[in-house]
């Protein structure tokens, strides 16, 4: 019989490092997000308060409130106008960017990677070039010659297709990153779909939010834009914010009760649009 036994360990067993309870992290997350909440919401709560006062001067609180300014803003003529030409400008910016930006971004992920190396330099060219001197640029242009589109809409339209290069383009990779692209359609053309079939009934489907992303990212960008709108159409073509820009002077509770409707609008579509996109796998059984 072997009397030979194995060594005993005498050192003490490691302790774990000191654990953070879940409680203890939620409390923590939630003052940093009053702090952070509390300066983002306090300048939007004090314009809403503005637009609905009747006087507000020495103090604290506004005298009375009123909805006389949001109703002058909506039986005013020329804000109506100037609100159908900003959404008409950036609802065909959005449009073409789509139909121009997503085959590129299909083909990109799915057949050529180079190209993919090549839009991530390009989609830089928006936030590299300030937009004073792109807008000179298009002013020498486009002022006169075969195509004098200065001062019009369509000028306009396309040099928003440009700024939501950047958005559409990085919003439409990333949702065609989250499920198997090559994998779709190849089981589509073995079931003996054509490649554009696959394309519009098996990849489109699956990149419903990515979409959605894409379009409202872009809009709530493309609605603010002043640089481009002033010098490049001025008031030949007045959008909602040169519109902004010309009343500005007028009353500020005026231009506060326009600046929280365009805020409220964009907040309604967000959550109109806000949706959950998601890969349906077929049954067990179906056909």
């Not at 100037?82 to 609802?91: C, E, K, P, T, Y």
């Not at 299909?106 to 390009?122: G, K, Q, S």
């Not at 020498?140 to 001062?151: H, S």
């Amino acid at each position: 019989m072997s009397l030979i036994t194995e060594p005993r360990s005498t050192a003490m067993p490691a302790r774990d490092g000191p654990t953070t309870s879940p409680a203890r992290r939620l409390r923590l997350h939630v003052w940093i997000a009053i702090p952070v909440f509390t300066a983002l919401a306090l300048p939007l709560l004090a314009t809403l308060l503005y637009a609905v006062s009747t006087r507000w001067g020495a103090t604290l609180l506004p005298d009375g409130l009123t909805l006389e300014w949001l109703a002058r803003l909506w039986s005013t003529p020329r804000f109506i106008a100037a609100f159908g030409r900003s959404l008409f400008v950036v609802a065909g910016a959005l449009m073409l960017s789509l139909v121009l930006i997503l085959p590129v971004a299909f083909l990109a992920h799915t057949r050529y990677p180079r190209l993919d190396r090549w839009m991530n330099v390009l989609i830089l060219a928006p936030f590299a070039v300030p937009p004073v001197v792109s807008s000179v640029g298009l002013l020498q242009l486009y002022a006169g010659g075969p195509l004098p589109l200065v001062g019009t809409p369509w000028i306009l339209m396309l040099t928003y297709v440009s700024i939501a290069l950047p958005f559409m383009y990085r919003s439409l990779i990333n949702s065609l990153r989250s499920f198997e692209a090559n994998e779709l359609m190849e089981a589509a053309q073995l079931l003996g779909a054509s490649p554009l079939t696959a394309f519009f009934n098996v990849i489109l489907p699956n990149m419903r939010l990515g979409i959605r992303i894409a379009i409202f990212l872009s809009f709530s960008f493309l609605i603010g834009e002043f640089v481009f709108a002033n010098m490049l159409v001025g008031t030949r073509f007045e959008t909602l914010q040169i519109y902004l820009f010309n009343v500005r002077r007028e009353s500020g509770h005026f231009t506060s009760a326009l600046v929280i409707t365009l805020f409220v609008f964009i907040l309604i579509l967000t959550w109109l649009g806000n949706g959950r996109g998601e890969i349906t796998a077929p049954e067990a059984g179906d056909t």
